[in-house]
């Protein structure tokens, strides 16, 4: 009988707006050989001419799905031992929550909290790199930035998730991340 193949590790990017996660993401996956999902938000904000709305939230958060599990699926036909997700479901619900308060789908939630306690670590990008103006982004000020981190953390530490806090310069964040995922593939390799 043929052993099962290894299950790929799931790694989530996660944190506030303007914190380096696209980057991040990208780059783990450059580093680790392993496939990676976008933030599909992004692509719908694109192609809908920068408009969404709470009749939205359903179609992004789908998309999302799809994205996360395409890099599953290329990282289960390559044989990666992980893949890297810029941001997750987990995510959705926040900013269903804080733009669109009482719109979050419910399949959502539960979907979410699913695919979080699935999640084998997420990296939580905090909010100490300079504020980047984009047009897809919501809280600028310090005040705005501060609540995202907590609402973030919080959302986080419900799920009960295993976590590393990733900060500094880009270089230092990057090799805070490199760290951490070396770590539980040398964790996992070892069980």
Known sequence: MKPAAPRHLRVVVYGPESTGKSTLAERLATRF????SAEYVREYWDTHGGVVTAADLDAIARGQRAAEDAARARAEA?????????????TCTIWDDLLFPGACPEWLRAEAAARARATDLFLFCDT???????PQRSFPDDAGRAMCRRVFLETLEATGARWTRIHGADTAREALAVAAVELLLNRCSAR
């Open 33 to 36: 050989a392993a496939p990676w």
């Open 128 to 134: 100490d790199l300079p504020w980047a103006p984009d």
């Open 78 to 90: 390559d044989g990666a031992r992980v893949a890297f997700h810029d941001t997750d479901l987990l």
